[in-house]
C-alpha cells in the first residue's frame, strides 16, 4: 500500500460522503411529502400508478396492516418470480435455449431475490434466460429494495410523532422509494457503466475465433441495467456467475469505483436522512460516526491480512510484490480495491463481490462473517440496515439506562420492555438460527458433501453461507456447492428468518413508539450524540457480535490463520 | 383483502415499469451511443471476431504472451474461479506445478522468485490482463522464438500496457490480447 493510495481511498469517500449528506436531504425531503427537483418528471407516473392500482395517497395505515401488506408483497413476489424461472423454457428472449429452472434451485432463486439477499445457487450465465433476469431478477432488485427502503420508514416516523396510531403508508413508501430515489439514480450508473464496457445487448452469445484458432463462446445480455440496480439496491446478484469479478460485470479500474460507489452511496444516504428526518442532524452524525468507525477497523484488519504474502505462497516460490495473495483476485484490481470492495460488500447486505471471498486469507474471512453475522449494521443494507443499527442504539440504551438507573430514552421516547423485547428477537433470531443450521450442516453427510476445502475452512464455508443467507447479504465462500436440495432449502429457510425477524419487529416497534408521548429532555438524559454515545454503541455491537459467534469463529478463520503460520496445509 | 388486490397490481405495474420498460429503454440508448461497447468490445481480425478485448482467451503458444491460470479454461460462457483456501494442500500442489510449467517454459532458473498472478487463478476465470512483472518473465521467451530483439518485445510492451488511477500513478498491468495482437501487427509488417 503506498501514500497515493491512502490518498485516492480518502478522497472516495469524501466524494461519497458528500453525495450521501446531499442524497439524504433530498430522500428526507421525499419521504415527508415535499416536492423535489424530480416531481416535475416523476409525478405524474406516481400519481398514474396510484389510479391504475387503487391506492389512495393520504390513507395511513396501522403497524400491523403495513405489516400485513408487506407480507402479501413478499409472498406474490415469491410466488411470481418462482413461475417465471420453472417456465422460462417456454417464454421467449432465451437465445441460448435453456430449460426451466430445477424446482429446488428456483425456490432458493425467488427466495433469495425477494428477501433482497441475491444469493445464488445457480450460475447466472448457464442456468436464467434474459426474460428470467430481466421480468423476474431485475425487478425483484427493485422491489426488495424498495420495500426495504419503505419499511424503515414506519420505524423513523415511530420517534417523531406523538400519540399516533398510524405509521405511514407501505404503498406510497415502496413507489416513492422506487421511482424517486432507484430509477433515477439506476439510469445514470447503467449508462455509465455501459460507457465503461459493460454488456447491454439482447442479441445472443458471441462465437469468437481466438487467436490461436480456437473457438470461444462469450456470454453476454442485458447486464448493465441489472448491475447497476444490483449495486444500488443493496442486491448483489451477478449477471454471471462470477459476479462483478467478470470483466463484463467490470470491465475496468474506473467501472470498479463507480460500482463500489453504488453500493455505500444510499446505506450511507439512509444514515444522514435519518437525522434530517427527526430534524436532529447531530443525532444522524452520532451513527453514521459509530458506522464509520467500525468500518475503518474492519478495513483495517482486511488491509493487513491481504498485504500479508501468505507463508504458503512464499513458500512455494512465489515473490512477494503488493499484490501477492492474488488468488481469486483480478489483475485490474489488485489487493487493495479488491479488499475495499469485499468490506464494502459485506458490512452492507450488497453481496456482490469482484474477488472470490472464499481465497481471501483466514483473517479476512473473518472480518467479512463477523460484519455479516452482527447483522450488517454498518451502513447495512438499504433501508433495513438502519433497522438494525437502531435496534443496536434501543439495546445500548438498555444497557446504559441500567448504569445509571433510570429508564432508557431514544429521541425522546421512553424504551419499555416491549421495545426490548423485540429488538431482542431481531437481534438473537437470525443469529441463533445461523448457527443452529451450521451445526446441522457440519453433522450431516449432506451438508458435509459440498465443500470445496477440507478441515477448518470447510467450516468456515459453510458458516460463512448461514451467515450470507440469515444476513441477507448473498455473498458466498463460493466454493461451497450449494446448488443441492438440501442447502437451497435451508438456505432458503435461513433467508426468510433473517428478513422477516429484522422488519416484523421493526414495524411492531415503530408501532408501539408512535403511540407514545415525547418527553422532553431533562438534565440528567444521557445524550445521544457525545463521544460517550459513540463507544457506547461500538462496544455492544463488538460484544455481542463477539459473544455469539467467537467460539465457533476460533474453530474456523482463527484456527485456520494459526494453520497457516505454521505451514499446516490440508 | 383490498391490500391482496394492490399488492397484486402494484406488482405487475411495477414489473412492466422495471422489467421490460426500463431494460429495454436502456438497451435501446446503449446500443445507440455506445454500440461497440453495449455488444461486448469485439475485436475483429480480418473481419472475423477473435474474440472481446475485455474478455482473456486461452494462450498456449511460445509465440504468444501467456496470460493467467484459469479453473474454466477462459471459457466465457461459464466464468468461474477455483476458490481455493489459503490452507488446501490441492491448491499449494497446484500452485507448485504451476510455477514449475512457467520456469520451463521460460527458461528461469529453478529458484527464480514468480510475479504471484503468473501462477495464481483468477476470479473470473476470464481475466484479460497480467501485471507488468508477469509480461517481463515471458519476454526473452518470446524474442527468442520471435526471432526479435528483446528491446523491441519491451517496446511494444511499454506501449500496449495500462495504468491505473487515470495514468497518473499506481500498478500498470498490460491486456494480453492486445498485446498479442500488437506483436503479430509488428511481424507483419515487416
Request: glycine letters at 36%; aromatic letters at 8%.
Given at each position: 500500500m503506498y501514500y497515493y493510495d491512502i490518498i485516492f481511498i480518502t478522497s472516495f469517500f469524501i466524494l461519497l460522503i458528500i453525495s450521501s449528506v446531499l442524497l439524504g436531504k433530498y430522500m428526507a425531503g421525499l419521504y415527508d411529502g415535499k416536492r423535489t427537483f424530480l416531481s416535475p418528471v416523476i409525478r405524474p407516473l406516481e400519481l398514474f400508478i396510484y389510479r391504475l392500482c387503487g391506492i389512495s395517497e393520504t390513507e395511513e395505515m396501522t403497524w400491523k396492516r403495513y405489516a400485513r401488506a408487506f407480507v402479501i408483497f413478499n409472498a406474490t413476489g415469491i410466488a411470481f418470480l418462482f413461475l417465471l424461472q420453472t417456465a422460462q423454457g417456454f417464454l421467449p428472449l432465451n437465445p441460448q435455449r435453456l430449460p426451466g429452472v430445477r424446482w429446488d434451485t428456483a425456490l432458493n432463486a425467488a427466495v433469495s431475490f425477494v428477501t433482497n439477499t441475491n444469493w445464488q445457487s445457480y450460475g447466472g450465465e448457464t442456468t436464467m434466460s434474459y426474460l428470467t433476469q430481466m421480468l423476474g431478477l431485475a425487478v425483484q432488485n427493485f422491489l426488495s429494495a424498495g420495500i426495504g427502503m419503505a419499511v424503515v420508514l414506519p420505524l423513523i416516523r415511530g420517534f417523531i410523532s406523538r400519540e399516533s396510531e398510524t405509521v405511514g403508508n407501505i404503498w406510497v413508501d415502496l413507489t416513492r422509494s422506487v421511482l424517486y430515489i432507484l430509477l433515477p439514480l439506476s439510469i445514470v450508473v447503467c449508462l455509465v457503466l455501459i460507457s465503461l464496457g459493460v454488456v447491454q445487448t439482447l442479441k445472443p452469445s458471441l462465437i469468437a475465433h481466438t487467436l490461436e484458432g480456437a473457438q470461444q463462446v462469450i456470454s453476454v445480455g442485458p447486464a448493465a441495467s441489472q448491475i447497476a440496480i444490483k449495486q444500488l439496491g443493496s442486491n448483489g446478484g451477478g449477471f454471471f456467475n462470477a459476479n462483478s469479478a467478470h470483466p463484463f460485470e467490470n470491465p475496468t479500474f474506473l467501472s470498479d469505483l463507480v460500482e463500489n460507489f453504488s453500493i455505500l452511496l444510499i446505506p450511507f444516504a439512509f444514515v444522514f436522512m435519518f437525522g434530517y428526518m427527526i430534524k436532529k442532524s447531530r443525532q444522524g452524525r452520532a451513527l453514521f460516526m459509530v458506522m464509520l468507525i467500525l468500518f475503518i477497523m474492519g478495513l483495517g484488519i482486511m488491509l493487513y491480512a491481504e498485504y500479508q504474502p501468505s507463508p504458503a505462497l512464499t513458500h512455494a516460490g512465489l515473490a512477494a510484490p503488493v499484490n501477492i495473495n492474488m488468488e481469486g483476485k483480478e489483475t485490474r484490481f489488485g489487493v487493495l480495491w479488491s479488499a475495499l470492495w469485499s468490506q464494502s460488500t459485506t458490512v452492507t447486505s450488497n453481496g456482490s463481490v469482484n474477488s472470490m471471498h472464499d481465497s481471501f486469507m483466514p483473517l479476512s474471512g473473518l472480518v467479512q462473517m463477523f460484519n455479516i453475522g452482527?447483522?450488517?449494521?454498518?451502513?447495512?443494507?438499504?433501508?433495513v440496515g438502519l433497522i438494525g443499527m437502531l435496534f443496536y442504539v434501543i439495546l445500548s440504551m438498555f444497557v446504559a439506562g441500567l448504569m445509571i438507573g433510570r429508564t432508557p430514552e431514544y429521541l425522546g421516547k421512553k424504551l419499555g420492555p416491549y421495545e426490548m423485547v423485540m429488538a431482542m428477537i431481531s437481534m438473537l433470531l437470525p443469529m441463533i438460527a445461523l448457527v443452529i443450521f451450521s451445526a446441522i450442516a457440519i453433522s450431516t453427510a449432506a451438508g458435509i458433501s459440498s465443500l470445496n476445502n477440507p478441515s477448518s475452512h470447510g467450516l468456515s464455508e459453510i458458516l460463512y453461507a448461514y451467515s450470507s443467507a440469515h444476513g441477507n447479504n448473498g455473498s458466498a465462500f463460493a466454493g461451497l456447492n450449494a446448488n443441492i436440495v438440501f442447502y437451497n432449502c435451508t438456505l432458503a429457510a435461513g433467508m426468510l428468518i433473517g428478513r422477516f425477524a429484522t422488519i416484523l419487529p421493526a414495524l411492531a416497534v415503530a408501532g408501539s413508539l408512535a403511540k407514545k408521548k415525547i418527553v422532553p429532555d431533562s438534565g440528567a438524559t444521557f445524550p445521544t450524540t457525545g463521544v460517550m454515545f459513540i463507544i457506547v454503541v461500538i462496544s455492544v455491537i463488538i460484544i455481542m457480535g463477539a459473544l455469539t459467534f467467537f467460539p465457533v469463529y476460533s474453530l474456523g478463520p482463527i484456527l485456520e490463520h494459526l494453520f497457516l503460520n505454521e505451514l499446516k496445509l490440508f | 383483502m383490498k391490500q391482496f388486490k394492490i399488492s397484486i397490481l402494484i406488482f405487475l405495474v411495477l414489473s412492466f415499469v422495471f422489467g421490460i420498460l426500463y431494460p429495454l429503454s436502456m438497451t435501446g440508448i446503449g446500443q445507440i451511443l455506445f454500440p461497440k461497447k453495449a455488444n461486448g468490445s469485439v475485436v475483429f481480425l480480418n473481419g472475423r471476431i477473435i474474440g472481446s478485448e475485455l474478455v482473456g482467451q486461452s494462450f498456449k503458444s511460445p509465440w504468444y504472451f501467456h496470460g493467467r491460470p484459469s479453473v474454466v479454461n477462459y471459457d466465457a460462457s461459464n466464468s468461474g474461479a477455483s476458490n481455493f483456501g489459503p490452507t488446501n494442500k490441492k491448491f499449494i500442489d497446484q500452485v507448485r506445478e504451476a510455477a514449475e510449467r512457467v520456469k520451463r517454459e521460460n527458461g528461469l532458473p529453478a529458484d527464480a522468485k514468480l510475479p504471484p498472478d503468473m501462477v495464481l487463478a483468477s476470479a473470473?476465470?476470464?481475466?484479460p490482463d497480467i501485471s507488468l512483472e508477469s509480461a517481463l518473465v515471458q519476454v526473452n521467451r518470446i524474442a527468442r522464438v520471435r526471432g526479435i530483439d528483446r528491446p523491441l518485445v519491451i517496446e511494444i510492451l511499454n506501449k500496449t500496457r495500462e495504468k491505473q488511477y487515470f495514468n497518473l500513478f499506481g500498478n500498470s498491468f498490460v491486456n494480453v490480447l492486445k498485446l498479442n495482437l500488437a506483436l503479430d501487427d509488428l511481424q507483419k509488417r515487416k
Open positions: 452482527i447483522g450488517e449494521v454498518i451502513f447495512g443494507g438499504v433501508g | 473470473s476465470g476470464l481475466d
